[in-house]
């Protein structure tokens, strides 16, 4: 998940058509606030580590008793992976109203 969305964005930055949107999302970071940048940060690393640990741990069976609740919390984080990148898709789309 994280290669795909680092992929995302190489390829944002090196094709012509996108390097305006990245430009954006990078002078985006740049205006916000470092408290919401730091906590927008942290919620993204809890994400993917969460996201990294629940099959680990069904591979392994670490937690044979709780294996139904990590299948479960995996189909979740992946559905909110998933939307998390349709927003971020959306949103970087946007343009600025023209008069």
């Known amino acids: 998940m994280l290669v795909g969305w680092s992929a995302m964005f190489v390829a944002m930055v090196r094709t012509p058509e996108y390097?305006?949107?990245?430009?954006a999302m990078l002078d985006a970071d740049r205006t916000r606030s470092r408290w919401f940048v730091a906590v927008e940060g942290a919620a993204w690393a809890l994400y993917v580590l969460a996201a990294f640990v629940a099959p680990v741990v069904i591979v392994l069976?670490?937690?044979?008793?709780?294996?139904?609740?990590?299948?479960?919390?995996?189909?979740?984080?992946?559905?909110?992976?998933?939307?998390w990148f349709l927003l971020d898709l959306?949103?970087?789309?946007?343009?600025?109203a023209t008069a």
């Open 90 to 96: 959306v949103f970087a789309q946007r343009r600025p």
């Open 19 to 23: 390097r305006p949107n990245a430009a």
């Open 61 to 83: 069976g670490l937690a044979r008793e709780l294996e139904g609740a990590l299948y479960f919390a995996a189909v979740v984080l992946i559905l909110l992976g998933a939307r």
